[in-house]
């Protein structure tokens, strides 16, 4: 079982109802969770008002990262070897927007290779984005 802290999740459900709301919308990831004995990754921006349901970019491990739901309770139910599952990593943060990261992770192949070339990059933070009605009409496109 995977157990976001109140911080993330209060985030993650507030990024969710703004989707909703404004479809250019456009988050940096709030959570980051992995296979710590494989590539397995994935980066939600949102979480839906049924508390299971992500949004996000996932990446198995292909080659072939995606954006899609995913279900936090069917992660947290994988079972690795050793005991081990699929961990939140808590130190996650991130300037680059999840259109920047589904971008980068495609041409790079994985999320793994992405983080790295988007690490090198100088920072490109998202904007603060208010919850009101105006939030990106005035911004340019990324």
């Known amino acids: 079982m995977i157990v976001l802290p109140d911080p993330l999740r209060a985030r993650l459900l507030a990024n969710a109802e703004q989707s909703a709301r404004d479809t250019f919308f456009d ?6 969770l992995f296979n710590p004995l494989g590539p397995a990754t994935w980066l939600a ?3 839906y008002a049924d508390e299971d349901t992500l949004f996000g970019l996932a990446d198995l491990g292909f080659g072939c990262p995606e954006l899609g ?3 936090l309770r069917e992660i947290g139910a994988v079972r690795l070897p050793f005991g081990m599952g ?27 290779h992405a983080d790295t070339l988007l690490s ?22 990324p």
Do not use: K, N, Y
Not at 87 to 96: G, K, M, T, Y
């Open 27 to 32: 988050p940096a990831p709030v959570v980051r």
């Open 120 to 141: 090198r990059l100088s920072p490109d933070p998202a904007p603060e984005q208010p919850f009101g009605d105006d939030t990106l009409h005035d911004l340019p496109p």
């Open 86 to 112: 699929i961990e939140c990593d808590l130190a996650f943060a991130s300037v680059h927007r999840l259109s920047v990261w589904a971008d980068t992770a495609r041409v790079a192949g994985s999320i793994l």
């Open 69 to 71: 739901c995913f279900s």
């Open 45 to 47: 921006s949102e979480l």
